[in-house]
């Protein structure tokens, strides 16, 4: 990645940080969890053809996947309790921003351009992180393979990692009572073969998880 793309990079991340205090740790978890995650898809999952360097990519983005939410009011992000049906609405919005915010990067970046590539993967995974693979999720309802695979894996660690870790509106779950929400599809459900490499890595993800807290 050339240098100034870089730069670029770091100050989003610092935005994303600036405007979510809860957002520091989660980044960097995401991007852990997202590449254990993907070096056991690449090994037991041959059918999605993730090479090192698609593998990379999604990893990156995943510190990107929450950047719309600096578009999202301070008194909705950081509201202590439940939202309402309205503020959710406005909140969902920003998988819509996030990649808004890269389609502009892209516009200045040649398409054969292995950065094209990587800005490519942000905006596709900020816009479908939140989609679930039976159709319940935001903000198209995709369902099944239709829901790219960077997308998939990160919105499986976002939803992990977000039962986990305390929020201004939650306290944290307990990992082994996160796990069964998540395999039992209490956070929406997931790709039944990704929850197969979920099971394979528990282990790993908690030992990630442990160092922060």
């Excluded at 990079?9 to 935005?15: A, G, K, Q, V």
């Excluded at 301070?74 to 959710?88: M, S, V």
């Excluded at 660690?157 to 009572?177: F, G, P």
Aim: overall charge negative; hydrophobic content about 35%.
């Amino acid at each position: 990645m050339q240098q100034g793309y870089k730069m670029l990079i770091e100050y989003l991340t610092s935005l994303i940080e600036c405007r979510d205090f809860t957002a520091e740790h989660h980044c960097e978890q995401i991007r852990r969890l997202t590449e254990i995650m993907l070096e056991k898809i690449q090994r037991f999952c041959p059918e999605y053809k993730l090479s090192p360097e698609m593998c990379q990519r999604i990893s990156f983005a995943a510190t990107m996947h929450d950047l719309g939410k600096i578009s999202i009011s301070d008194r909705i992000l950081q509201k202590p309790g439940r939202l309402t049906f309205e503020e959710f609405e406005i909140m969902k919005n920003h998988t819509r921003k996030g990649q808004q915010i890269f389609e502009h990067v892209l516009q200045n970046i040649e398409k054969n351009s292995p950065d094209y590539a990587l800005f490519q993967c942000c905006a596709e995974v900020c816009l479908y992180h939140h989609e679930r693979f039976d159709g319940g999720g935001y903000p198209e309802g995709l369902k099944g393979e239709d829901i790219p695979i960077s997308a998939q894996v990160v919105g499986l660690m976002d939803a992990y990692d977000a039962l986990v870790s305390e929020r201004i509106y939650k306290t944290a779950y307990k990992k082994d009572d996160a796990f069964e929400m998540i395999v039992e599809g209490e956070c929406g459900l997931f790709n039944p073969r990704l929850i197969e490499i979920f099971r394979m890595v528990r282990m790993e993800l908690e030992e990630v998880l442990e160092e922060t807290e």
